[in-house]
């Protein structure tokens, strides 16, 4: 039996959570509030993970702490780099190995379904958040001073699904009641989805396989297909008719920026939805 740390937010955190509870494992999930699933063998503990010291007392002892967290999308650049600092502390005090869960922002815009092995170009401020996250924890591991690996996403669907992703609050409800959805760009181009239980699995795995450690790995995804496309797979598995399926153009996403926040955002990675948007993870299933 081991023990996990995970920072968590949202639905991958917990249901790691679960799963690692499931296979006897001891499990901590930290979060702001102390919020988490209910299991007799999670504990929950309210902390602040950008506090290093406290951090590294709750990863003393630990095998694995991973970082589930999701700050708001509007506090990257301000949030992650202190909580991102103090997991490295954390995983470095402990001998804890740091197993992070990413997405493809670091990639930046590409014409190809995206390896590991590509170069971290992103542009955007969210993208470049991401790609310093590793860049430095990678630094870090090759100093010899702590262990770690990157998990990398495309956008989730599945089970649980409703605090975040594309296909989640934004899309489910609507299905299931015949409203129309409405996507960001093309609803026709092919995109990469990951499978929340294929996400979580892959942060077990790889957190317990030193073949892992040193590198970043793509979760195992099913081949691409638009937003149109698992709007129709959805419905058809919810029993429903699937509605009708809008694309915003840019001048639309424009408009609801000045209104929302969290729309204003999503400018700079909407290049993400107007064309092909794939991810190729043949080196994890291969490994």
């Not at 937010?9 to 102390?34: D, F, I, K, Y």
């Not at 892959?202 to 638009?226: I, K, M, N, Q, Y």
């Amino acid at each position: 039996m081991g023990r996990h740390v995970i920072v968590v937010a949202g639905t991958n955190g917990s249901q790691l959570a679960e799963l690692l509870a499931e296979r006897g494992e001891e499990v901590v999930v930290v979060s702001r509030r102390g919020a988490g699933p209910v299991n007799a063998r999670i504990e929950l503990v309210a902390c602040d993970a950008s506090d290093p010291a406290a951090l590294g007392a709750l990863a003393e002892g630990a095998d694995a702490l991973y970082n589930c967290a999701n700050p708001p999308y509007t506090a990257w650049e301000t949030e992650w780099p202190p909580l991102a600092a103090s997991l490295i502390s954390a995983a470095e005090s402990s001998g804890a190995v740091l197993v992070t869960l990413s997405n493809l922002y670091g990639y930046g815009p590409v014409d190809h379904p995206m390896v590991e092995s590509d170069p971290l170009a992103a542009t955007s401020r969210k993208g470049r958040v991401r790609a310093t996250m590793w860049e430095t924890a990678l630094a870090a591991h090759e100093a010899g001073r702590i262990r770690c690996v990157e998990v990398r996403a495309s956008d989730f669907f599945g089970p649980g699904l409703m605090d975040q992703g594309y296909l989640g609050e934004r899309c489910v409800p609507r299905i299931l009641v015949g409203k129309a959805v409405q996507g960001i760009g093309d609803p026709d181009a092919p995109h990469s989805w990951s499978y929340v239980p294929d996400v979580v699995a892959a942060l077990a795995l790889v957190a317990t396989d030193e073949r892992s450690f040193g590198r970043a790995w793509h979760v195992p995804t099913a081949p691409p297909t638009s937003l149109r496309q698992a709007v129709d797979a959805l419905s058809a598995a919810a029993g429903v008719s699937a509605p009708t399926v809008r694309g915003l153009p840019p001048i639309g996403l424009a408009v609801l920026g000045v209104f929302s926040k969290q729309m204003a955002e999503m400018k700079e990675i909407s290049y993400q939805f107007t064309a092909p948007f794939e991810l190729d993870s043949s080196s994890y299933q291969a490994t």
